[in-house]
């Protein structure tokens, strides 16, 4: 099982080093911003790389809002990054599952989900496979609890979307780790990633709040339950920097069914 974790973007490889990881997962522009990604002096070292890469998308990326303002641009940045995500080799494109706005219906989010694959199956589909993350927060989002994300699935199943599960978003989104990972995938079919992150704020609490892995509110066994019941690459963003993402890479190496770095 490869293990990594989320990095400064200038040195992803230096990152990797320094915490002893298989993976890592950066920003190729400002995760608030509306940048579109420019070329990686570093992508052709990133691609030959034994190191596995990941993109995590700008966190201002909706592509389920009714507000075109938002939602247009959003498409076309995520394909921008799907594009610039495949020039460095990467595996996955992660980006979160979006909202609606209050007192809009979900069912419209999903459809603009839909939307959003089949306008980049204009152009060939993405680049990159793009992974749907579940969300810690919000009433009106369209992948924080199962019930909706199975709608979501009903709609962007069909076109190969695949999904990253966040443990700290599922706790503080309301969904119970024990045999999460089996509700999951009756609805996904499939884990492609999980990122592995204890939560500091209590459960049903709706905050993105991560801490490390025998710190906060989850009980670590039920993380390890997750983890090695997804059986999929794992990513760490939890807070210490090299130091802290190592102990808990150097901790999830030390379970049994996690397994050893890959030489």
């Avoid at 909706?62 to 394909?79: D, G, Q």
């Avoid at 996955?92 to 599952?97: A, E, K, S, T, W």
């Avoid at 924080?144 to 966040?166: H, I, P, Q, S, T």
């Avoid at 999980?194 to 490390?212: E, I, L, Q």
Wanted: charged content about 25%; aromatic content about 6%; some cysteine.
């Amino acid at each position: 099982m490869r293990i990594g974790a989320h990095v400064d973007s200038a040195d992803p490889l230096a990152e990797a080093s320094a915490r002893a990881a298989d993976a890592v997962q950066f920003f190729l522009s400002d995760p608030k911003g509306w940048k579109a990604p420019q070329p990686r002096d570093d992508a052709d070292r990133l691609r030959a790389a034994e190191v596995d890469v990941y993109v995590h998308a700008p966190y201002v990326i909706n592509v389920a809002t009714p507000n075109n303002r938002i939602r247009i641009p959003s498409r076309k940045l995520l394909v921008a990054h799907a594009a610039a995500a495949a020039e460095i080799g990467a595996r996955g494109l992660i980006v979160h599952g979006g909202h609606v706005n209050a007192g809009d219906d979900l069912t419209v989010g999903f459809d603009n989900w839909r939307k959003t694959f089949a306008y980049a199956a204009e152009s060939g589909g993405f680049a990159t496979p793009v992974l749907i993350e579940n969300t810690a927060g919000g009433e009106n989002a369209c992948a924080r609890r199962l019930d909706a994300l199975a709608r979501l699935w009903d709609v962007v199943g069909e076109y190969g979307a695949g999904f990253c599960l966040d443990t700290c978003h599922a706790h503080a989104g309301g969904e119970e780790l024990l045999d999460l990972v089996d509700r999951v995938k009756a609805i996904t079919g499939r884990i492609d990633l999980v990122h592995a992150n204890n939560s500091r704020d209590g459960f049903g609490s709706g905050a993105d709040r991560h801490d490390n892995l025998d710190s906060g509110t989850i009980d670590p066994e039920l993380l390890l339950a997750v983890i090695r019941g997804a059986g999929a690459p794992v990513i760490v963003e939890t807070p210490g920097g090299a130091t802290g993402q190592a102990a808990d890479i150097t901790f999830l190496r030390g379970q049994t069914g996690i397994g050893d770095r890959l030489a």
